[in-house]
């Protein structure tokens, strides 16, 4: 089971930081030594269940919700959208906007007074 989530997280990192290897780098250390310090926990126990599954969590996160930006030479980043990035229709942001109240789209926002 873990060993199961320690590749998927490094799989997932492969996919989010593609072509940076610095980060990729850091994000593999990070993950090993995260793994390393837990070693030695008993497999049936609450903590590790618990490690297990946050493991598995950052991988879908990384796999779903991380975009890589690259500068381009004329001073814009572009972005490098990969099949697995979620992609939403921001209804819920529209509604929420809906909600606020008649100020809401005209600058007051929901704070301001």
Same mark, same amino acid.
């Given at each position: 089971?873990? +060993?199961?989530?320690?590749?998927?997280?490094?799989?997932?990192?492969?996919?989010?930081?593609? %072509?940076?290897?610095?980060? +990729?780098?850091?994000?593999?250390?990070?993950?090993?030594? &995260?793994?390393?310090?837990?070693?030695? +926990?008993?497999? @049936?126990?609450?903590?590790?269940?618990?490690?297990?599954?946050? =493991?598995?969590?950052?991988?879908?996160?990384?796999? !779903?919700?991380?975009?890589? &930006?690259? +500068?381009? &030479?004329? %001073?814009?980043?572009?972005?490098?959208?990969?099949?697995?990035?979620?992609?939403? @229709?921001?209804?819920?942001?529209?509604?929420?906007?809906?909600?606020? %109240? =008649? %100020?809401?789209? !005209?600058?007051?926002?929901?704070?301001? =007074?």
């Amino acid at each position: 089971m873990a +060993l199961a989530a320690y590749r998927h997280l490094l799989r997932a990192a492969r996919t989010a930081f593609e %072509g940076d290897t610095s980060v +990729l780098t850091a994000a593999s250390s990070a993950a090993r030594q &995260g793994f390393e310090t837990n070693r030695d +926990l008993p497999r @049936d126990s609450d903590v590790a269940q618990e490690l297990v599954k946050n =493991a598995e969590e950052v991988a879908t996160m990384l796999r !779903k919700n991380v975009v890589q &930006g690259r +500068l381009n &030479g004329d %001073g814009r980043y572009e972005l490098r959208i990969h099949d697995e990035i979620e992609r939403g @229709d921001n209804e819920s942001i529209k509604q929420a906007r809906e909600t606020l %109240g =008649a %100020g809401a789209g !005209k600058g007051k926002g929901c704070c301001s =007074a």
